[in-house]
T-cell receptor
């Protein structure tokens, strides 16, 4: 069990630029989740996949956000035309159904 | 609309004493509850869970109690140790429904004083 891996750990970008984050889940886990966490708050659900199918997207996820999980393995989260309000920790987690989430260490995004 | 609430942002406890962290929820569909611990610069790590068919689950120094009628759960840590100092998140989900995602509370920062 190598754990959930997220890259990069930190990303600083200028407002208006596009960014992409990658998540590699635990290999046998078929569910993959993306959460966002801001200071003083708990993780907020963004979206999740079962295998390659995206089952749900939060209303928090505007049209500028898109997530993919090709072939049901790794996942990417892209934010287009970043805004300062997008600055947050983006957390990925994987799991099997009816089991606890296993989180990665996150990607901290700073939009200047 | 915050469905999982942790009304104490912070808690300080002396080493060796009991830490009690509280959590309330509003969605009666929730049937699975979890506690996560988070250290700075790391992702949350799973601590303990409880299904709604139980009212208590114990794992070493950690015990979770569930009161369904009050929509309330608590995490007891005894004895508390300095290494327990972290942010604790309560989380809930409604398994097997269309509401299957895990919803987190805002967290309680626990400080265990040596």
């Amino acid at each position: 069990d190598t754990g959930v891996s997220q890259n990069p750990r930190h990303k600083i970008t200028k407002r208006g630029q596009n960014v992409t984050f990658r998540c590699d889940p635990i290999s046998e886990h078929n569910r993959l989740y993306w959460y966002r966490q801001t200071l003083g708050q708990g993780p907020e659900f963004l979206t999740y996949f079962q295998n390659e199918a995206q089952l749900e997207k939060s209303r928090l996820l505007s049209d500028r956000f898109s997530a993919e999980r090709p072939k049901g393995s790794f996942s990417t989260l892209e934010i287009q035309r970043t805004e300062q309000g997008d600055s947050a920790m983006y957390l990925c987690a994987s799991t099997l159904p009816n089991s606890p989430l296993h989180f990665g260490n996150g990607t901290r995004l700073t939009v200047t | 609309d915050q469905q999982v609430k942790q009304n104490s942002p912070s808690l300080s406890v002396q080493e060796g004493r009991i830490s009690i962290l509280n959590c309330d929820y509003t969605n009666s569909m929730f049937d699975y509850f979890l506690w996560y611990k988070k250290y700075p610069a790391e992702g949350p790590t799973f601590l303990i869970s409880i299904s709604s068919i139980k009212d208590k689950n114990e794992d070493g120094r950690f015990t979770v109690f569930l009161n369904k009628s009050a929509k309330h759960l608590s995490l007891h840590i005894v004895p508390s140790q300095p290494g327990d100092s972290a942010v604790y998140f309560c989380a809930a989900s409604a398994r097997g429904t269309s509401y299957d995602k895990v919803i987190f509370g805002p967290g309680t920062s626990l400080s265990v004083i040596p």
